[in-house]
């Protein structure tokens, strides 16, 4: 018998949604800068990594979404397991088992919805229009479960739980505010304001304390 989706889902999890404004800004169209960071820790690191994303003062506005991200399932496992979207990308979840075991989707956190179940060599796929950190699972695998980070926008690093440094490119010259997030949370977050202008590259220091 088919198990039905979405039958054992768990209480949601608290996870607030990243708040971006809406904004006529063209991103493509903008002067840009960047910015070269390094992270500083008050204690051992988690073995996970940290996302350092930007958030415009005045609105994200409007910018090129990457392609569609594929997301294997064989042997119940999601992989990638752990990845960052930017808002708006969509995912795309494939059933490339090779024996007959169908699969299920669903998460939880800033976007909750459940893809239904789909068989061997189906996929599934959701576009995720907030930003935020999002759980990923399976009704039918218990322990098949991954997670995403959606970034507000293009504007985010991703730090490998073994790096310290970071940059970020391409960014359109302006005011935004430095945050954090911990696939992991070990440290407090950081919220710091830094400035790109035209052509240069900023630097920060972001001290992650406990
Ligand atoms: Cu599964």
């Known amino acids: 018998m088919r198990p039905v989706s979405g039958q054992h889902l768990p209480r949601p999890v608290y996870t607030r949604v990243i708040q971006a404004q809406a904004a006529d800004f063209k991103w493509d169209d903008a002067k840009k800068g960047s910015l070269k960071g390094t992270l500083k820790f008050s204690a051992k690191r988690a073995g996970a990594p940290i996302v350092v994303y930007l958030l415009r003062d005045g609105g994200e506005g409007k910018f090129t979404v990457p392609g569609a991200l594929e997301v294997r399932q064989e042997g119940a496992k999601?992989?990638?397991?752990?990845?960052?979207?930017?808002?708006?990308?969509?995912?795309?979840?494939?059933?490339?088992?090779?024996?007959?075991?169908?699969h299920n989707v669903y998460f939880l956190g800033a976007a909750e919805g459940d893809l239904g179940i789909f068989e061997k060599g189906e996929s599934v796929q959701h576009e995720f229009t907030e930003a935020g950190e999002v759980s990923l699972h399976c009704s039918i695998h218990k322990n098949m479960d991954g997670k995403f980070f959606i970034a507000p926008s293009p504007a985010f690093a991703l730090v490998e739980s073994d790096a310290e440094s970071f940059s970020i490119s391409g960014v359109p010259a302006g005011k935004y505010k430095l945050k954090t997030w911990q696939k992991q949370k070990r440290f407090k977050d950081v919220e710091l304001e830094v400035n790109i202008e035209e052509g240069k590259e900023a630097g920060v220091t972001v001290e992650m304390a406990r």
């Open 78 to 102: 999601f992989a990638p397991n752990f990845t960052v979207l930017v808002k708006g990308q969509t995912a795309k979840f494939i059933n490339d088992e090779k024996k007959d075991i169908a």
